[in-house]
Structure formats: structure tokens, C-alpha cells
């Protein structure tokens, strides 16, 4: 019963996504977008080649594509629920016999889906454009690494748009809420991201991020399954 | 709102005022005692045998200070949990009356610890796991005040910072530990496995700093409390009046 309820609410975000492809179409604009600027942001500094310097921004690389997904799943976070405040779909659904736990698993899977399709577009031109395609030693890890990294994105993330859009910020405050939690994500992420990215992946340094988050994941995920009732209002 | 305004009510018939008196009694102590810290820390205590020498002497008020702003988050967090469970308005003051001590507290935290980081390092900040997560929470927690600012419903209000509350206590921790996934950074670690590292004279004026900085602590939250009531009591007078 609760399989088939979390199936269809999920089923519903996804179509009325692919229907006008907006939140998935501006986030995949923005995340390279966010690149070229960190390009040039960072190059400027990183030395190009008339300065002596090589112009190699793998060092940077794993801050870089964390913070530019991070803001990322902020932009499509924000949108996951516009629609269903402003159309009244959220009142249906909260006079559904759901249980509110369900509502937030299938609106965070949902989020999970949408950041992981962007990743599968973005991460192979990051890794042209900022790491010269050095990747495939630690593949699996690095795999690893974002599935975690986004499940934490998504837990945290869903728990906090629901609060958020019940605000009268909506949209302003999601961020101020959002991103202090997250920095330990981006932290792990980031750090673990760039010694696969350098090469230099000792393969503990790598398995402590790992697990870091994975215990992270499961601190949100119990939090938000604990008082997703009282975030999602009456 | 017919229960919050019959709560008013109530306490319009016995005002529930500041209770001045044992507050005072409180803060005095809180001052006895701090002023005793630093006299023992000043004349008693030794001059540190290393390069911190005198410096070391902001040690007694930095590490009280940063222990006090976590015992207000704990003191939030209980409360949010309480408020949660019970939906008593009551818990929410304590709530904000003690996210907002934490806040202070956390800024006097970072303020002495960046100055005695210039004596002691020579840089006003280093991004060591406790200066990162002291700043870190001060951001959290400032924005428990925005998200308050923006519902205006009361009961969703405490319900939201009360959940914000919880989320953002959880992630202290977690953001110490984060921290410590880079290279180490220059902190010393003052209670480790390996116990205090004081000595007794040293341990002596910490601990007295450290109580008068709690009863200062709980000074304040009695005032914060008082405050909190009667800024509720005149919001629904002036609610009255108005209707």
C-alpha cells in the first residue's frame, strides 16, 4: 500500500516534470553556466600559460563541481514545491490518507532523480573541461561519493524547502537555512572529489569521507522521517 | 489563538514580571565568580611555560564562553523537543530566549578566540574545526531569527524554529567532525583523553570562570524570559485594545 501510494506521488512529480522540463532544463543551464564562470573566475589566478603558470585547475576541481551542484539543487529545491503550493496540489494531498513520510519520500526521491540526471549531463563536461579526464582510477568511489552526497542533498534539502515555501520568504530563505547544514556535505564531498580527481586518492582518506557520509545521510534522512509532520503543517 | 489569549489573561491577573529579585541574586554571583576566575587566573594561576605566555590568559573567559554557548544550544534543542511534543508556547520562549544567549555567546567566542589567535599565532583566523564551527553556527542560528522573522502564524512559527532548532543542533557536531576530514589545525585540545593538561591552580580559576559564566548564563535567561512573556502580554493587549 505505502509502495503503491510512494509510487504514484512520484510518478506525478516526474510527469508534471517532463511535461514543461523547466526546474531540469534551467538547472542544467545553470550548473554550466556556473562552470564557464568558474572558469574565468579562477583562471585569472591559476596562471595561464603566457604566465609561467599551466592553467590546470584540477586542484580546484572537486570545490568547484560540489559548490556548483550545491547551488544547483538550491535553484530546482526551490521549484519543487512552488507548484504545489500555488496550484492547491499540496491541500489535496494532505487530505489524502497518506502517510506525511511518504509525501516526503517521494518528493525527496524525486529531487534525488532530477539532481542526478543533471549530473549525468554536467560531470562528464566538467571532467573535460576541469580534469583533463583523469577520473577512471577511482570511478566506482567517485560514483559512491555523489550518491551519497546527493542523497544528503535531497534529504536535507526536501526537509527544509518544505518549511521554507510555508514561509513568507519562500524562495530568500531556503538558501540561509540550507547552506550552513550542508557545508560538512560539501566538505566531505569536495575533498573526496579532489583527490579523485588529483589522483593522489589514498584509498583511506577516501573510504573516511565515505563513511562520513553515509553517517550524515542517515542523520538527516531519521531526522527528517522524525518531524516531517511538523514541517509539513497541518 | 482563543487558548493564547486566555493564557494572557491569566497572567494579566498575576503579572508574571521578571522576578527581579533571584535574578539579581543570580548575576551577582555570576559576577563574584567571574571576577574570582580572573583574579586566580591572573595571580595564582602560573604564567604559561610556553610561547602562549601571558596570552593564555583569555583562555579563562574563551573557554568558559565557548562551553556556555553550547550549553544554550543544548538548552534550545531540549526545549524545541519539548515544545514539539507538548505545544506549550512556553518552550518557545525558552527557545529563543536561548538561541539568542547562544548567538552572543557564540560572537564572544569567535571575538576573544580571533584575539587571542593573533597573539598566539599571529593571524586573527585560522579555519580550524572549532573556529569553523563556532562560526558556522552563529550562521545557523542567525538563521533561526530570519526563518522566525518570516511565519507569521504563531503556532507554525515555534513549530518551524522549534524543528530548525533540532536540525541545526544536530549539525554542530557533525560539522566539528567534518572539519576535522582536512589537516589538523592549530587549536589546542584543552579536555582530551588525555585529561585536562591544567594544573591545579590553572584547573582552579577555570572551573570558578566556568560557574560564574553558566550562573551569567542563566542570569540572562531568566531576563531574556521575562522579557519574552511580557512582549506576548502586550502583544495581546495592544491585540485587545485594537478589536
Known amino acids: ?36 564562470i568558474f572558469h574565468y573566475a579562477f583562471t585569472v589566478h591559476a596562471g595561464n600559460a603566457g604566465s609561467g603558470g599551466s592553467g590546470d585547475l584540477s586542484l580546484f576541481a572537486g570545490g568547484m563541481l560540489w559548490v556548483v551542484f550545491v547551488f544547483g539543487a538550491l535553484l530546482g529545491l526551490n521549484r519543487s514545491f512552488v507548484h504545489e503550493k500555488d496550484e492547491g496540489c499540496l491541500d489535496g494531498l494532505l487530505l489524502c490518507p497518506v502517510d506525511r513520510v511518504i509525501i516526503f519520500l517521494a518528493k525527496m526521491t524525486a529531487n534525488l532523480i532530477f539532481l542526478g540526471l543533471i549530473q549525468v549531463l554536467a560531470v562528464p563536461v566538467f571532467v573535460v573541461i576541469f580534469a583533463s579526464g583523469r577520473i577512471a582510477t577511482h570511478l566506482p568511489a567517485f560514483l559512491a561519493l555523489i550518491v551519497l552526497a546527493d542523497l544528503g542533498i535531497a534529504a536535507l534539502g526536501t526537509l527544509l524547502a518544505t518549511i521554507s515555501m510555508n514561509t513568507r520568504a519562500r524562495d530568500l530563505l531556503l538558501p540561509i537555512l540550507f547552506l550552513p547544514l550542508v557545508i560538512p556535505l560539501l566538505i566531505a564531498a569536495a575533498s573526496g572529489t579532489s583527490t579523485v580527481f588529483s589522483g593522489t586518492a589514498g584509498g583511506g582518506s577516501l573510504l573516511a569521507r565515505l563513511a562520513f557520509l553515509l553517517v550524515y545521510d542517515g542523520v538527516f534522512l531519521v531526522l527528517a522521517y522524525g518531524t516531517y509532520d511538523f514541517a509539513i503543517g497541518e | 489563538m482563543e487558548s493564547t489569549s486566555t493564557a494572557a489573561l491569566d497572567r494579566f491577573d498575576r503579572p508574571a514580571g521578571l522576578k527581579l529579585a533571584t535574578t539579581t541574586v543570580i548575576l551577582a554571583a555570576a559576577g563574584v565568580a567571574l571576577a574570582c576566575g580572573l583574579l586566580v587566573a591572573f595571580w595564582v594561576a602560573p604564567t604559561d611555560a610556553s610561547t602562549l605566555g601571558f596570552s593564555q590568559k583569555i583562555f579563562y573567559f574563551h573557554a568558559p564562553i565557548a562551553e556556555t554557548a553550547l550549553l544554550a544550544y543544548g538548552v534550545a534543542f531540549v526545549a524545541a523537543v519539548l515544545y514539539l ?4 508556547a512556553k518552550y518557545d520562549r525558552l527557545g529563543v530566549a536561548a538561541v539568542r544567549l547562544g548567538l552572543v555567546f ?21 579555519w580550524d574545526a572549532r573556529l569553523t564551527t563556532f562560526l558556522i553556527a552563529c550562521l545557523l542560528y542567525a538563521g533561526y531569527f530570519v526563518l522566525r522573522g518570516t511565519v507569521e502564524d504563531d503556532s507554525r512559527r515555534a513549530t518551524y524554529a522549534a524543528l530548525f532548532a533540532i536540525v541545526a543542533f544536530v549539525d554542530v557536531p557533525i560539522t566539528f567532525f567534518a572539519t576535522r576530514l582536512l589537516p589538523a589545525g592549530l587549536h589546542p585540545v584543552v579536555l582530551g583523553p588525555q585529561g585536562s593538561g591544567m594544573a591545579a591552580r590553572d584547573l582552579v580559576a577555570f572551573l570558578i570562570s566556568m560557574a560564574g559564566m553558566t550562573l551569567l548564563f542563566v542570569g540572562l535567561l531568566r531576563i531574556e524570559l521575562g522579557i519574552e512573556a511580557l512582549r506576548e502580554e502586550l502583544r495581546d493587549l495592544k491585540y485587545r485594545l485594537g478589536s
Open chain 1, 1 to 36: 500500500m505505502a509502495f503503491r501510494q510512494f509510487r504514484a506521488l512520484l510518478r506525478k512529480d516526474i510527469v508534471s516534470e517532463l511535461r514543461t522540463r523547466e526546474m531540469i532544463a534551467s538547472m542544467f543551464l545553470f550548473v554550466v553556466l556556473a562552470m564557464i
Open chain 2, 106 to 126: 557564540s560572537v564572544l567566542v569567535l571575538v576573544t578566540g580571533s584575539i587571542w589567535g593573533k597573539a598566539a599565532w599571529g593571524v586573527w583566523w585560522a
Open chain 2, 85 to 88: 511534543r507538548r505545544e506549550d
